[in-house]
């Protein structure tokens, strides 16, 4: 599976290519004020809280998974076509354009990559940035589901004791309950490897280097075979893990509730520490 494009390769074939602005971060409700003010020439901008997630619920998490249906429309006022090349990014390292990159290959589409470093990366090649709204001719998109795997809450608890890992995606203080700053609980699911989504990337917000990223994972246990979940928060940065594991050759599954479902039900087990 190719996870990333680089700015270069986009700027020497930009032809034909639907880009997806998706700038994105927790408490920051001013991506498309961002987007309006400098974007990549053609982008369109995607809101994530809603084309990218359905309504929050305590039994499903701050962001579900929209429905098939909701996704495909969604995308065809992207501009998004049957056979569509697509680059999705933002301005944060590919923490928020991930989950775009995952739900459209859960939708079936084939051909979708996250520009490594997003907009810094664009302008530091050359690329220049245009202002104001973008509005793209509708596509045709058709997705048909099942092209990435997901796990329920049980399933994904159920990992560590069945020989699998399960990655916890936050930032490290979250995972040992020091600080919880938007879910009910503070802590981590029980047998839980913090795996933080910001130790994917290197300083300058791209992406670590496939072999990097081949030793950071296998020192939390993953080598290619093992059977691996992902979680997060809401279902958002872990999408961002999942594409590093893909950069190394290794499928993960996405658990969508994630920590916002997990801590939300008062009979679920929470530990705390690291």
């Given at each position: 599976?190719?996870?990333?494009?680089?700015?270069?390769?986009?700027?020497?074939?930009?032809?034909?290519?639907?880009?997806?602005?998706?700038?994105?971060?927790?408490?920051?409700p001013h991506g498309r004020e961002r987007h309006l003010a400098g974007h990549?020439?053609?982008?369109?901008?995607?809101?994530?809280?809603?084309?990218?997630?359905?309504?929050?619920?305590?039994?499903?998490?701050?962001?579900?998974?929209?429905?098939l249906q909701a996704l495909q429309s969604a995308a065809r006022r992207w501009g998004?076509?049957?056979?569509s090349r697509v680059v999705v990014h933002d301005a944060t390292g590919g923490l928020a354009a991930a989950r775009a990159w995952w739900l459209l290959r859960w939708g079936g589409l084939a051909d979708v990559t996250i520009l490594d470093g997003g907009l810094a990366a664009w302008t530091a090649a050359g690329g220049r940035l245009d202002a104001g709204p973008v509005v793209p001719e509708p596509g045709d998109v058709t997705l048909r589901g099942g092209g990435m795997p997901v796990?329920?809450?049980?399933?994904?608890?159920?990992?560590?004791?069945?020989?699998?890992?399960?990655?916890?995606?936050?930032?490290a203080e979250r995972f040992r309950g020091e600080v919880e700053p938007v879910d009910p609980r503070a802590g981590h699911v029980?047998?839980?490897?913090?795996?933080?989504?910001?130790?994917?990337?290197?300083?300058?917000?791209?992406?670590?280097?496939?072999?990097?990223?081949?030793?950071?994972f296998a020192a939390l246990g993953v080598h290619p075979g093992t059977t691996v979940g992902v979680y997060c928060g809401s279902g958002v940065t872990a999408a961002h893990e999942v594409a590093a594991l893909a950069e190394v050759g290794i499928?993960?599954?996405?658990?969508?509730?994630?920590?916002s479902q997990w801590s939300a039900d008062p009979t679920r087990p929470v530990v705390t520490g690291p």
């Open positions: 599976m190719t996870v990333l494009t680089t700015a270069e390769q986009l700027l020497a074939a930009p032809e034909g290519v639907v880009l997806l602005d998706v700038r994105w971060a927790l408490g920051d990549l020439p053609g982008a369109v901008f995607v809101d994530l809280e809603t084309e990218l997630a359905a309504p929050p619920s305590a039994a499903e998490g701050r962001h579900p998974l929209p429905s998004v076509r049957d056979g796990l329920t809450a049980e399933e994904a608890a159920a990992l560590p004791a069945s020989g699998g890992v399960l990655l916890d995606a936050r930032a029980p047998g839980a490897v913090s795996a933080p989504t910001t130790g994917n990337l290197d300083t300058d917000g791209r992406f670590r280097a496939a072999a990097a990223l081949s030793e950071r499928q993960a599954a996405l658990w969508p509730g994630s920590w």
